[in-house]
C-alpha cells in the first residue's frame, strides 16, 4: 500500500491544495471492506473533482497521472 508521505508528494503543491480543500479525514479499520455487501457507501466527491479536472486542463492531467500510478502499481502488486 502507498504510504501517506508518498501519496500527498505525489501532486504537485497547488493541485494537491485543491483536492486538500475538498477532502475530509477518514479512518477504516485494517481488513474493512469500504465497499462489499449491501452496507451503505461513504459519499466520495468525485463529481466535484471531474469538475474540477474539467475547468483547468493542467490540475486534470496531473489527477489522471496520479490514478494511472496508482493503478499500475496495484495491478503489478
Known amino acids: 500500500m502507498t504510504s501517506a508521505t508518498a501519496t500527498t508528494t505525489a501532486l ?30 461513504p459519499k466520495f466527491h468525485a463529481g ?11 490540475f486534470g492531467r496531473a489527477i489522471a497521472v496520479r490514478v494511472g500510478h496508482a493503478l499500475a502499481q496495484r495491478l503489478h502488486a
Open 12 to 41: 504537485e503543491p497547488v493541485h494537491r491544495e485543491r483536492l486538500t480543500r475538498l477532502a475530509g479525514e477518514v479512518s477504516f479499520d485494517a481488513g474493512a471492506r469500504l465497499f462489499g455487501g449491501s452496507a451503505r457507501r
Open 48 to 58: 466535484s473533482v471531474r469538475g474540477m479536472c474539467v475547468e483547468d486542463p493542467a
